[in-house]
């Protein structure tokens, strides 16, 4: 699969996903970053002579912004930051300057699907009313305020400060932000609000744009602090048997169900308890290890020990997936993820554990011949394979795992900020143009 999007490990091929349109090497490419830290300078060097000579933009393909923004727009950037080498920051400016066309609309509020050749977007057919997610527009501040910087052209941090300044305009059932907006009337669509898919790396982006600005960004803090308020007014919930939730609201009303991707957030609060209001830093750092407990419950109570992509707080179970199409396991990051924040921010050995057996299982059940590979049904005694292996894996899950049994120096947090792909950008020193003293 060498040069093709992504593997498949038993059938030993490529994967293509139409998210990536015919660019390829989504895998080499979301990889870079962790070879690099990983010190694997053999296939480092092999896959930069792969980006040198193959990675090509100039092609007729209609492709997802977000997702080609976050791995490889990101991936590069990483990848530039951390070796210095030239290549990477040129095809990132190079990529950055061909998804601009998306913002060509009323609002500026991007389209989720744009050909990279004719420039003409359009939005998932299935978003509310012709809606942009908030998910997509909102998870693209971080790399387009690293390509003005690399570049020295504005248009990239000016199209993503504009989206700001549409969501401060609208009114906010209850505080939260739905899922889906109207890039032509700038109105929201239906209120479906989210943490887990749709909604999710939107509300991480408002805290990590105000970390990585050196906490000069007030406006992305002040959106962060509030937006949490709401969602632990509205959204977060405690179980009879004591574990704490994050449920999805429709309209009001409640759904008792997380997914796998919710997982993040307890390392998203427990990295923004620092700068919490009102003296809630403990608040914060406690919500997080009460989200990373829940989510390790998720995992346990399954019989292979890696958790459903959804589980349920209702009709008498408490963390279990109840449906059969949610109780797969594609070899997401989430919760791992949250382990490493927790780790690093408490210390609490607790999360070496719970990662170590993720990584026995990930071993027992998902290793194959040719690489790893996603399970259909984690309750099963016996694995179905869905033979591939998403390029997240090695982007996130892999590189999460290495930091949480790495020391705390490896990509410190005073110097990073990791994209919502696991892609290192350095923090931009407000007293510091100096590009090296970033690149620490
Ligand atoms: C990744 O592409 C990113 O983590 C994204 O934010 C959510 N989905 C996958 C991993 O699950």
Redesign the pocket.
């Known amino acids: 699969a060498w040069g093709l999007n992504e593997l498949k490990p038993i059938s030993k091929q490529g994967h293509s996903s139409n998210l990536f349109g015919n660019i390829q090497g989504a895998t080499i490419v979301d990889a870079l970053d962790t070879l690099y830290i990983m010190e694997m300078k053999e296939e480092f060097k092999e896959a930069k002579e792969w980006v040198e000579k193959n990675l090509d933009f100039n092609v007729n393909a209609e492709i997802s912004v977000f997702?080609v923004n976050?791995?490889f727009v990101g991936g590069l950037l990483s990848a530039y930051y951390l070796s210095g080498d030239e290549v990477f920051r040129k095809k990132a400016v190079e990529l950055g300057e061909k998804l601009l066309p998306a913002f060509n609309t009323p609002t500026g509020i991007p389209w989720a699907l744009l050909n990279i050749k004719s420039g003409i977007g359009r939005n998932w057919p299935w978003a509310s009313g012709g809606s942009s997610i908030l998910?997509e527009f909102g998870?693209l501040h971080l790399e387009f305020v690293h390509l003005s910087h690399l570049s020295g052209n504005p248009v990239f941090a000016e199209k993503v400060m504009n989206i700001r300044k549409v969501l401060n305009r609208l009114d906010k059932p209850e505080g939260l932000y739905p899922n889906y907006l109207n890039p032509s009337s700038g109105q929201w669509g239906q209120h479906h609000v989210s943490i887990g898919?749709l909604g999710?790396?939107f509300y991480?982006y408002l805290l990590k744009a105000w970390l990585m600005s050196d906490k000069t960004d007030e406006d992305g803090k002040k959106m962060y602090y509030d937006a949490v308020q709401a969602i632990e007014a509205h959204l977060i919930r405690k179980s009879g048997g004591g574990l704490t939730y994050i449920a999805e609201w429709k309209g009001g009303l409640l759904e008792h169900k997380m997914g796998?991707?919710t997982c993040?957030a307890g390392g998203m609060f427990a990295l923004g308890a620092d700068g919490a209001p009102n003296d809630k830093t403990g608040h914060h750092i406690e919500l997080g290890a009460e989200i990373a407990r829940t989510c390790h419950e998720s995992y346990d109570r399954t019989r292979m020990k890696l958790g459903p992509e959804a589980f349920r707080f209702d009709g008498g179970v408490e963390a279990i997936a109840t449906r059969q199409n949610e109780k797969y396991y594609?070899?997401?990051?989430?919760v791992i993820?949250t382990y490493m924040y927790m780790w690093r921010l408490t210390h609490d050995p607790k999360y070496r554990q719970w990662g170590w057996e993720a990584v026995e299982a990930l071993e027992k059940h998902c290793r194959v011949d040719g690489g790893y590979s996603g399970i259909r049904d984690v309750y099963n005694n016996h694995e179905s394979h869905d033979d591939v292996q998403?390029?997240?894996f090695l982007?996130?899950t892999l590189k999460y795992l290495y930091l949480l049994f790495s020391e705390d120096d490896l990509l410190p947090f005073e110097h990073w900020v990791f994209n919502?792909?696991?892609h290192p950008l350095p923090i931009l020193h407000k007293d510091d143009g100096n590009k090296e003293e970033n690149q620490k």
């Open positions: 997702e976050i791995r998910a998870t898919g999710d790396s991480e796998h991707l993040f594609i070899l997401r990051p989430e993820e998403q390029s997240f982007s996130e919502t792909e696991a």
